[in-house]
């Protein structure tokens, strides 16, 4: 597998608004520990300096990932290329208001916007954020109220793009009128294809870029992850249904066709999923995250695999005869998005 780098890894526009990143970005959620034990902090900061001499431009964070050390992270590792790389991060949940009384959940009014930008800014160690996302829809603040207080922030230079994440496509049209949303971020891949059903559409519509995460279904359709798999007590798939033991088998379906695609096209299931989502639409990046030098560069790799009209209709026509069981997320985690 040749290893790719700067000058092989494209670059890719987030629909009309500008902002132009790496075909492939990194999702750093994984970095500090949400599948088990925590990785070491060394290695990561090494495995995100591999990443930007690959070429990767787009680093995605959020204050809830740790909490806050995943934005401690990136600042500490990338502040020497900052100018270099586009950081995105996230406001949205109640990790602790600034004023009023703490709520559980989601937390998007403005006074708490404004107090996690200044707090991520700080723990990133930068100036500006490059795509600061809404995380989830909080039913209490009127979006068009979040919409104008990230629009203030960006006329104040701390924010230079709005992004929103697990959004329905109406409430983005809300939001999009009042500020531009240069990208929405949403769960997308073989594993899940709900959004091709409105949210696409309305994405194209209004030139909004697309950011999956979770492209490879949480690792499993890397093909690594088998019936009998067991995750760590820490692991948060032990609480997904998809990835139950009694579901599984039923499920591996999937990874067995997307195997046999790859060894058509002399890659890897990975691969070929990635490859997957940057073939649907060309403001489409993917944001795969690993702890593991040579998964990133895998990962990487799929920028250079063509699949062609004919090979998606294969794939289309293979899926209809697979059928997922379980749900992709727990039942707590599925009532906070589509809003």
Known sequence: MSRISKTTLPKRLLGTSGLEVSALGLGCMGMTGVYGDTPDRGEMVA???AAVDAGVTFFDTAEVYGPFTNEEL??????????????????GFALGAPSGERRFGTDSRPENIRAVTEASLKRLRTDR?????????????????????????????KVLHFGMSE?????????????????????????????????LPTLEELGIGF????????????????????FASGDYRNNVPRFQPEVREANLALVDLIT???SVKNATPAQISLAWLLARKPWIVPIPGTTKRHRLDENLGAALIDLDAEDLARIDDALVHIELKGSRLS????SLTGR
């Open 260 to 262: 046999r695609i790859a």
């Open 331 to 334: 039942e707590a985690a599925l």
């Open 211 to 230: 950011v999956p995460f979770s492209p490879l279904g949480a690792g499993f359709l890397t093909g690594q992850i088998g019936r009998d798999t067991q």
């Open 167 to 199: 959004a329905a496509p109406a409430t983005i049209r809300k939001a999009h009128a009042v500020q531009q949303v240069a990208a929405v971020q949403s769960e997308f891949s073989l594993w899940h294809r709900d959004p091709e059903q409105e949210l």
């Open 47 to 49: 495995l995100l300096h």
């Open 74 to 91: 990136l600042g500490e590792a990338l502040s020497q290329v900052r100018d270099q790389i586009v950081i995105a991060t996230k406001f």
């Open 129 to 157: 954020i490059d795509l600061l996302y809404q995380h989830r829809v909080d039913p209490q603040v009127p979006i068009e109220e979040v919409a104008g207080t990230v629009r203030d922030l960006i006329s104040e230079g």
